[in-house]
């Protein structure tokens, strides 16, 4: 009789199956702690190795859970982590696709990870006013040192294995056979005689986490100072220098009070807003065309960050311009940023050259009919973009998008010059185009639904937060830019320096403060603007010259070293200069007023309800198609603070008396031809 040899040594397998990314909602912990403990009982199994998916690990806390009984629901991810470092046997981590937040806790509760050199993984709490809350901020300095772990739990951006791959977080990064290097670790664990690692067991260089924390706390920027997420994550690295159970302690006591907060409450309402934001009304449900081909008519500024993007995104780039000299200058400009972005190692050479190698650069109209989307980048001005588009209109494909990249422009206008409205649209790009996220998307009155579903599909190609607006002057982000500006320089008469506006608004948490963003992006252009609508408006409205006034002047902004403020090598002065108090100080006179000293937080208020104002106004005609598309609009294109939410998100918080009241005042003190929304708007708006 043969023996029987014995079995193989079994390695269990506990995959993470919730898709789409495996967030660590309550079934899936459900999943692995049953998982983990049918592992350890089964006398067959010697180590287990915990995988997902191709797309993903685990992408983190299912964040619909947030707020709700389920996200304390046991077993909390505490408990899971708990679970698997308790385990007897080796428990290794097999990481493709993304690890983040909870995903990467999960992760760092095993006794090893392995991940495909692709894989991704971070902390992205701190981007929803939070701190990780299951072992990170004790578990990474262990692991990383303090300064790197602060750094990528600051940041809250995804690292690759393969940049990781010296930090000490990974055991083994690999580019293929992630299961059998996993499986393989995992029984080399189960034969060693010593201890199973655990990252809680490292020790911690005290000295090393208190010259890290102190380092991170000088870096703050005045920005992320105004957020409590950024301070508390501090405290709890600071905590890693504790025994392991304090630090643990301490930052689950910051986790929980960050959880509440304001900011952390607008910060979830945001990242709610803007995964809505990309869905389409029923009313526009449809297919978006195919595309790979785009072409863009004009050379400059935005033209080429418009190239750049779609470069980048991937796709064929047709570059057009009526000049050898301006198309010269605009492939020059596209060749100098993939020269930058090699020089910073940010891309290598070879891919910066197949992505130029994408671009066609022409002065020859009939390159259009290669293209799928043309996107018409020319001077602000409905006669000259007319122009252009019946020079489209005999071109360019039958079925092809054409947009037109305008700030305020009339989308009807302009395709009522050609002989296809239904494909035109408008696509407003922010500027720097290949940075900006924002793209409002213009649906025009003939404007097809799948040309609008296309216009979406690209933005989100260029990796764009791309929203649908109906076709009214400024669309959603300059029509309520427009009137906090005028606001603004109501203040200006009425007592403020424009250092004061400046200082108030980057105090609540903008950016930049209105003008000193006048000066940067050139007083010119607003004047420009004014003047084309200066026979439109009615004398009795209460109007501002102070702008004018400096224009007539020859004070453009920075590019001309004077605007609100002078500049010096670059920078502004702290304070505007006697010229420019000299002309507000005539304005007010002229206009019978007295000027009194503004408090900052009545500076606050006071931009804020004119915000607020013009939102119920757009909403009730339809211009934005949900009141948190303004809200994303407003943060992502106006530096409007993120941790507030948006001016929606900041009314709704406000007693709704009090605002009503501050609104009638404010509609009053604004003057004839000020249109104050009725309570019927602001309760639509703010339902």
């Given amino acids: 009789m043969t023996p029987s040899c014995p079995a193989a040594p079994r390695v269990a397998r506990v995959e993470l199956n919730a898709p789409p990314v495996n967030s660590l909602g309550i079934a899936l912990r459900r999943h692995v702690v049953d998982s983990i403990r049918a592992a350890e009982t089964d006398p067959d199994v010697v180590a287990i190795v915990l995988i997902g998916s191709e797309k993903a690990f685990s992408a983190g806390a299912d964040v619909s859970e947030f707020g709700t009984p389920l996200q304390f629901e046991a077993p909390m991810l505490r408990d899971a982590i708990a679970t698997i470092e308790a385990c007897q046997k080796p428990v290794v981590a097999a990481i493709s696709g993304v690890a983040l937040g909870g995903g990467l806790e999960l992760a760092l509760g095993c006794h090893a990870r392995v991940a495909l050199a692709s894989a991704r993984m971070g902390a992205p709490e701190i981007q929803l006013g939070l701190i990780p809350g299951s072992g990170a901020t004790q578990k990474l300095p262990r692991l990383m040192g303090a300064e790197r772990a602060l750094a990528m739990m600051m940041s809250g951006q995804p690292e690759t294995a393969a940049q990781l791959s010296a930090s ?52 703050l920027n005045k920005r992320q100072r105004a957020q409590p997420a950024y301070q508390a994550l501090l405290d709890a690295v600071q905590a890693s220098a504790l025994l392991f159970e304090a630090g643990m302690q301490r930052e689950r006591e910051l986790f929980l009070a960050l959880m509440t907060s304001s900011e952390a409450t607008a910060l979830r309402y945001q990242f709610r807003v803007q995964r809505e934001s990309a869905k389409l009304p029923p009313s526009l449900s449809a297919q978006p065309r195919a595309f790979d081909h785009v072409a863009v008519i004009g050379a400059g500024t935005m033209g080429s960050g418009i190239a750049i993007a779609a470069l980048e995104a991937g796709l064929q780039v047709g570059l057009l311009e009526q000049s050898a000299q301006a198309l010269e200058r605009g492939v020059a400009r596209i060749g100098e940023h993939f020269s930058s972005r090699v020089k910073a190692g940010k891309l290598e050479s070879a891919k910066a050259e197949q992505l130029q190698g994408r671009l066609h650069a022409t002065l ?91 216009a979406m599909a690209l933005g989100r190609q260029l990796k764009k937060t791309p929203i649908l607006c109906g076709n009214a002057f400024g669309f959603i982000g300059n029509r309520i830019y427009n009137a906090y500006r005028k606001q603004c320089e109501f203040m200006l008469e009425d007592g403020a320096w424009p250092e004061d506006v400046d200082q108030a608004l980057t105090d609540f948490g903008f950016a930049m403060g209105p003008f000193a963003v006048a000066d940067l992006s050139g007083l010119d252009i607003a004047w420009r603007m004014r003047q084309a609508h200066a026979a439109t408006r009615d004398p009795r409205e209460r109007y501002v010259h102070i702008l004018d006034r400096l224009c007539e002047m020859g004070r453009m902004g920075r590019k ?43 500076i606050q208020r006071r931009a804020l309800l004119a915000m607020v104002n013009e939102a119920a106004l757009l909403f009730s005609e339809g211009v934005a198609h949900r009141a948190g598309d303004i809200d994303v609009v407003l943060v992502n294109g106006y530096g409007f603070p993120s941790w507030v939410g948006g001016p929606v998100h900041w009314a709704r918080t406000q007693p709704r008396a009090g605002l009503e009241q501050d609104l009638d005042r404010l509609i009053a003190a604004n003057g004839f031809g000020s249109v104050r929304a009725t309570p019927a708007m602001l309760d639509r708006l703010l339902a």
């Fill in 168 to 219: 000490g977080l990974l055991d083994r990064v690999v580019s293929q056979d992630l299961w059998d290097t996993a499986s393989a670790l995992a029984l080399e664990l189960a034969q060693q005689a010593q201890p199973l690692p655990r990252a809680r067991d490292r020790t911690v260089d005290v000295a090393a986490v208190e010259a890290a924390v102190e380092k991170a706390a000088a870096r």
């Fill in 364 to 454: 020859d109209w009939s390159a259009l009919s290669a293209a799928n989307v043309v996107i018409e980048a020319v001077f602000e001005d409905v006669a000259v973009k007319q122009s252009v588009f019946r020079l489209i209109d005999q071109h360019a494909r039958a079925g092809a998008v054409l947009a037109t990249n305008t700030s305020y422009l009339d989308i009807n206008a302009i395709a009522a010059v050609t002989s296809r409205p239904q494909d035109v649209l408008g696509l407003h790009f922010f500027s720097p185009a290949n940075v900006m996220k924002l793209l409002e998307v213009v649906q025009g009155k003939d404007s097809a639904a799948d040309a609008i579903a296309t």
């Fill in 560 to 602: 001309t070293q004077a605007g609100y403020y002078t500049y010096a090598d670059g920078k502004p002065s702290p304070t505007t200069d006697d010229v420019v108090r000299g002309v507000v100080v005539r304005a007010a006179a002229e206009r019978g007023i007295e000027r009194s000293p503004l408090a900052a937080d009545v």
